[in-house]
């Protein structure tokens, strides 16, 4: 049974950090590539960032340089810091993997609100 379980969401200041955890099973997790998307209310789903299965980075250009992608193998975990969080940060952030298949997590919450 394929599970992406994502936690570390929640209610941040603007300029605070807050890092998200996405913890896997149920498929090869070192040859997937592993992302992050968020969707804000009345907006599409946008990908973040995204790490391929040899370490590989890509980001949007709204978060280059405040966020940070990266992964352990050894714990099936992809994680997302995030630095300087901004207003429009906010939205239900949700862990993705992509290979043969596609699967998605059931999303956290990140808020920045002052």
């Known amino acids: 049974q394929v599970q992406l379980v994502e936690s570390g969401g929640g209610l941040v200041q603007p300029g605070e950090s807050l890092r998200l955890s996405c913890t896997a099973s149920?498929?090869?997790?070192?040859?997937?590539?592993m992302g992050w998307y968020r969707q804000a209310p009345g907006k599409q789903r946008e990908l973040v960032a995204r790490?391929?299965?040899?370490?590989?980075?890509s980001y949007a250009d709204s978060v280059k340089g405040r966020f940070r992608i990266s992964r352990d193998s050894g714990k099936n975990t992809v994680y997302l810091q995030m630095n300087s969080l901004k207003p429009e940060d906010t939205a239900v952030y949700y862990c993705?993997?992509?290979?043969?298949?596609?699967?998605w997590g059931q999303g956290t919450q990140v808020t920045v609100s002052s």
């Open positions: 149920g498929f090869p997790f070192n040859i997937y590539t």
């Open positions: 790490i391929a299965s040899i370490g590989s980075t």
């Open positions: 993705n993997a992509y290979r043969a298949s596609e699967y």
